[in-house]
C-alpha cells in the first residue's frame, strides 16, 4: 500500500508502538452480516507515533512531536462531544465516524492518518512503547473507576475480574486513587501473581466457587469491575455486589447480568462504560508522569503481530501485547 497523505485538517504520524486488545480479536470473530465497517481493516485502536506530516489548516501540532492518539473520534461538535466525551458522540454513526482500528484504518502500520489535531495528546517525555496501551487500556478502567470513587471509601472492597491489559492497569489505579481493598479474580496463577506484584491485596482464582470466596472476604464489594464480560464472570461480579454497589462491566464477552428485584443486591447499579473522555486520557498520561502507573508490556514486529494475537486469544500475554510498526 502507499504511504498516507494527510488531507485538510489531518495529520499523517509514523507511528511508534499500537496496542494489541482483546476487542480486536472480538472484530476478527464477526461474520460479514455483523460488522458495520467496511473491509479490508487494519486493526489498532492504540497508537502512538511522531508527527511526520500535517493537512491545511493544522494547528497545534509541531513536526517529529511524540504523541498518542486519543481513539473513540466523534463530530467534535455535540452536546457529549463539547464536554470532551467524544467516546459518546450522538452523531459519530449518523456521521460513518469510526475510530481507528474499528472501522478507520488504524496503527498497526508504518503510517496512520488521525483525521483531527484534537484527537492527539502530547507524550512529552512519556516513553511511547510502554504508555501506548494507556489510551484504551488506561484510559478505560480509568473512566470506570471514576464514576465509582465516591462508594471507595475506607473500609470498602473492590474487585477487578481479568487483570489482563485493563485489568492489571485497573488495580494500580485503585490503588493510587482509593483507599479501598482490591481483590482481583483470574484464570491463572501467573496472571494472579502479576495482579499481586501490581498492587492487588488479594488474589483468587477465577472459578466456580470465587464468589463464595469474595463474598467471604469482603461480605459484598462496594464497587465491582469485569473486564472479561462473559457469562460467566458477569454472574460472579453481580454476586459478589453488596448493597448500593456499582457493577461495571467493561469486557465485551456478550454476557448479560441479571438485574431486577431479588436478582441482585439491594439498590446495586450496573453500568456498562465506553472508553473515555479527551480529558481523562490526559489525566491518565499525568498519572503516568507521576509514576502511578506500569503498563506490563511485550514487543513484536510487525511481522511478528499474528502471534502477538495467537498468545493473546491464548491468554499467554501477560500484560499488553505492542506492535512495533517501524521497530
Keep these: 500500500m502507499p504511504d498516507p497523505e494527510p488531507g485538510p485538517g489531518q495529520v499523517l504520524l509514523k507511528v511508534s508502538a499500537a496496542g494489541v486488545c482483546h476487542s480486536d480479536i472480538a472484530v476478527m470473530s464477526w461474520t460479514a452480516e455483523q460488522l458495520t465497517f467496511p473491509l479490508?481493516?487494519?486493526?489498532?485502536?492504540?497508537?502512538?507515533?511522531?508527527?511526520?506530516?500535517?493537512?491545511?489548516?493544522?494547528?497545534?501540532?509541531?513536526?517529529?512531536e511524540s504523541v498518542a492518539v486519543y481513539g473513540p473520534w466523534g463530530c467534535g461538535a455535540?452536546?457529549?462531544?463539547?464536554?470532551?466525551?467524544?467516546?459518546?458522540?450522538?452523531?459519530?454513526?449518523?456521521?460513518?465516524?469510526?475510530?481507528?482500528?474499528?472501522?478507520?484504518?488504524?496503527?498497526?502500520?508504518?503510517?496512520?492518518?488521525?483525521?483531527?489535531?484534537?484527537?492527539?495528546?502530547?507524550?512529552?517525555?512519556?516513553?511511547?512503547?510502554?504508555?501506548?496501551?494507556?489510551?484504551?487500556?488506561?484510559?478505560?478502567?480509568?473512566?470506570?473507576?471514576?464514576?465509582?470513587?465516591?462508594?471507595?471509601?475506607?473500609?470498602?472492597?473492590?474487585?477487578?475480574?481479568?487483570?489482563?491489559?485493563?485489568?492489571?492497569?485497573?488495580?494500580?489505579?485503585?490503588?493510587?486513587?482509593?483507599?479501598?481493598?482490591?481483590?482481583?479474580?483470574?484464570?491463572?496463577?501467573?496472571?494472579?501473581?502479576?495482579?499481586?506484584?501490581?498492587?492487588?491485596?488479594?488474589?483468587?482464582?477465577?472459578?466456580?466457587?470465587?464468589?463464595?470466596?469474595v463474598r467471604a472476604m469482603t461480605g459484598g464489594a462496594q464497587a465491582v469491575f469485569d473486564f472479561v464480560g462473559v457469562g460467566p464472570t458477569v454472574a460472579t461480579a453481580t454476586s459478589v455486589a453488596a448493597a448500593e454497589a456499582e457493577v461495571v462491566i467493561v469486557g465485551i464477552g456478550g454476557g448479560v447480568a441479571q438485574v431486577g428485584f431479588g436478582a441482585i443486591a439491594f439498590d446495586a447499579s450496573v453500568r456498562a462504560p465506553y472508553w473515555g473522555s479527551r480529558g481523562e486520557l490526559i489525566e491518565v498520561l499525568e498519572l503516568a508522569r507521576a509514576g502511578v502507573v506500569d503498563v506490563h508490556v511485550e514487543t513484536y514486529s510487525l511481522d511478528e503481530a499474528p502471534e502477538a494475537y495467537e498468545r493473546l486469544h491464548a491468554g499467554k500475554v501477560n500484560g499488553r501485547a505492542v506492535i512495533l510498526p517501524n521497530g
Excluded at 506530516?53 to 501540532?61: F, T, W
Excluded at 492487588?200 to 477465577?206: D, F, I, P, Q, R
Design 78 to 213: 455535540c452536546v457529549m462531544c463539547a464536554q470532551g466525551k467524544e467516546n459518546y458522540c450522538v452523531r459519530a454513526d449518523e456521521l460513518g465516524i469510526m475510530p481507528p482500528g474499528l472501522g478507520a484504518p488504524g496503527a498497526i502500520a508504518e503510517y496512520l492518518v488521525v483525521d483531527d489535531a484534537r484527537h492527539l495528546v502530547p507524550l512529552g517525555e512519556l516513553e511511547p512503547v510502554a504508555n501506548v496501551s494507556l489510551t484504551d487500556a488506561g484510559l478505560t478502567p480509568y473512566h470506570a473507576i471514576k464514576g465509582t470513587l465516591p462508594k471507595l471509601v475506607p473500609g470498602s472492597a473492590a474487585v477487578v475480574i481479568g487483570t489482563g491489559g485493563l485489568g492489571h492497569v485497573a488495580i494500580q489505579l485503585l490503588r493510587a486513587l482509593t483507599p479501598a481493598r482490591v481483590i482481583a479474580l483470574d484464570v491463572s496463577e501467573e496472571k494472579l501473581e502479576l495482579a499481586r506484584t501490581v498492587g492487588a491485596h488479594e488474589a483468587v482464582l477465577s472459578d466456580e466457587r470465587a464468589a463464595d470466596r
Design 40 to 64: 479490508p481493516l487494519t486493526l489498532g485502536h492504540e497508537g502512538a507515533g511522531t508527527v511526520a506530516a500535517v493537512g491545511d489548516g493544522v494547528r497545534g501540532v509541531e513536526i517529529g
